[in-house]
C-alpha cells in the first residue's frame, strides 16, 4: 500500500511541476529532439576523443538488419578496425532505434 500511495504521490508531483498531463512527448518532426536532450548531449559528450582524421562513415542503424534477420551482415557492418582504437581488440559499434516515430537511435 505505501509503494503505490509513494509512487502516486511522485506522479502528482511531477505532473504538476513539469506540467505534463499524460506523460507523452511533444510532436517534434522526425529526427528531432528536444532542446533539453540536445544540450546534455553536447556537454556531456566532448568532441576529440577519437582520432579527429578517421572517417567513420555514416551512422550505422543497426534494426533494420535485425528486423529482416540478418544477423551476420549486421555483425560485418558494425565491426570496428582494431587499430583505429583498442588494438588486439574486437569492437562494434551501430545504432539501434528505440522509437520509430521520433526516429529515436541509441
Known sequence: ??????????????????????????????????????????????????RAAFDAGSPLLLTPYIEQKKLEEARKAAYVD???????MDSYAGYLTVNKKYNANL
Open 1 to 50: 500500500m505505501d509503494v503505490l500511495l509513494t509512487f502516486m504521490l511522485l506522479t502528482c508531483a511531477h505532473q504538476a511541476v513539469w506540467g505534463v498531463e499524460d506523460g507523452s512527448l511533444p510532436d517534434l518532426p522526425p529526427g528531432e529532439a528536444p532542446e533539453p536532450i540536445l544540450t546534455f548531449m553536447e556537454r556531456t559528450y566532448k568532441t576529440g576523443r577519437a
Open 82 to 88: 582494431p587499430e583505429y582504437l583498442l588494438p588486439d
